[in-house]
């Protein structure tokens, strides 16, 4: 059970890229689903938080890291 759980732990900067770099993959697509479905300045919003939630969760993640490191 160990084993699997340390594989859903971020330890390196690098790891947590890669996690970031797919939250904006996903936050990206869903924002181009919104300029869809809501054209305008609806849409644009959404969009805009999608984003906004990308560097929000990519911030934490990496202060996380650096937390964990210092303990």
């Excluded at 059970?1 to 993959?25: D, G, Q, W």
């Excluded at 054209?39 to 934490?60: E, I, Q, R, W």
């Amino acid at each position: 059970m160990e084993r699997i759980k340390s594989l859903f732990i971020i330890k390196t900067k690098f790891e947590a890229f890669l996690v970031i770099y797919a939250l904006a993959l996903g936050a990206a697509e869903r924002g181009h689903v919104y300029m869809q479905q809501y054209p305008g300045t609806g849409g644009h919003l959404l969009a805009l938080a999608c984003s906004g939630a990308v560097f929000m969760a990519g911030g934490k993640i990496l202060d996380a890291l650096d937390y964990q490191r210092g303990l």
